[in-house]
């Protein structure tokens, strides 16, 4: 798994969520100007909302076990990434990095059920 971790923008936010549990609700942001870094790596049914927001960088590495339903949101001005890893099943995404350009995105699902589905829009 990828980690990027140099915070020297003006924003600086961070979050790193390891939990060897199952059946997760998460509800994470973490708001305006500059850099937002965000790992996570949960075990299963996890429902997880995550938002970031503008202005620039942002950053976000995701890795789930079975049964996830995930929304991403990073806003805009610029410099996005994202690196989701889903495995098992009955997944959902949903990515939207919006913009002032760059932006990057890697997912790597692994899925034996035909009801895992990503919806992606980078604009």
Known sequence: MYKRQDLNGSGAHYTNIDLDGNNNI????????????????????????????????HFLDINLGDS????????GSGTHNAYISLTGNSSSLTLTQDSSSNMNYHLDQNCTNPSCSATVTQN
């Open 26 to 57: 998460l509800s994470l942001w973490q708001k305006e100007t500059g850099d937002k870094i965000l790992f996570m790596d949960i075990g299963n049914s996890n429902n997880v909302t995550t938002l970031q927001h503008g202005t620039g960088d």
């Open 68 to 75: 996830h339903t995930v929304n991403v949101e990073q806003d």
